[in-house]
């Protein structure tokens, strides 16, 4: 929780570039969760700023977003659907996180991607590699296609409303 007892959401972008459409669905999927939970508005640690300083351990700015990461009660990890995981920016971000150490976060997975096929790719692959850090993840996880982005504000607005419940109750 907050200083001021709200819930807090942090958006995880694991695009290398800045201002992608993976950031606009982590955007606002991480805004409809705070509707729907009550919490203010949400943090964002957009991994393109970082660039390569993920993989530099004294870094102030990746050390930072670390911080806000460890700090959050839900996160919205999303990414790019890279060769059918995540991109290893991502990666090399969580990387700096200690096994366990989300053990007090909720996290929702969150793919774009263009490959039908590769759907199942956000519980196979992304799911199990926040268990691994210790996050709970409540709900299935979220694979979008690029063909389904126009909708996708409708999408979240339902997805979030259909998690409500098991979010809060793994809280
Ligand atoms: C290096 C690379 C690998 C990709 N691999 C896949 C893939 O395996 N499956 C898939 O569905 N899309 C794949 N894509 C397509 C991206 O997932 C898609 O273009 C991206 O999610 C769009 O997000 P953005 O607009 O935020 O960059 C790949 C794209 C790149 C650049």
């Known amino acids: 929780m907050s200083e001021y007892g709200r819930v807090r959401i942090v958006a995880v972008v694991g695009n290398p570039r ?18 729907v939970l009550g919490a203010g508005e949400p943090g964002e640690v957009d991994l393109a700023t970082l660039g390569s300083k993920v993989l530099e351990r004294e870094d102030r700015d990746a050390r930072a977003a670390v911080e806000e990461v460890l700090a959050a009660d839900v ?11 995540y991109s290893g920016l991502l990666k090399a971000f969580l990387d700096r996180i200690g ?12 793919l774009l991607g263009g490959a039908p096929d590769h759907r199942l790719a956000v519980d196979v692959h992304f799911t199990p590699l926040l268990l691994e850090l210790g996050a709970s993840v409540p709900a299935r996880g979220l694979f979008v296609l690029e063909s389904e982005l126009d909708d996708f504000d409708v ?6 409303r259909d ?9």
């Open 99 to 110: 096994t366990g150490g989300l053990h007090r976060t909720r996290a929702v997975p969150v």
């Open 155 to 160: 999408a979240a607005a339902a997805w979030a």
């Open 18 to 35: 800045a201002a992608s459409r993976t950031h606009g669905i982590a955007r606002t999927l991480a805004r409809e969760m705070a509707a």
């Open 75 to 85: 996160l919205v990890v999303a990414s790019p659907t890279y060769k059918a995981t």
């Open 163 to 171: 998690a409500r419940a098991a979010l809060l109750a793994a809280s």
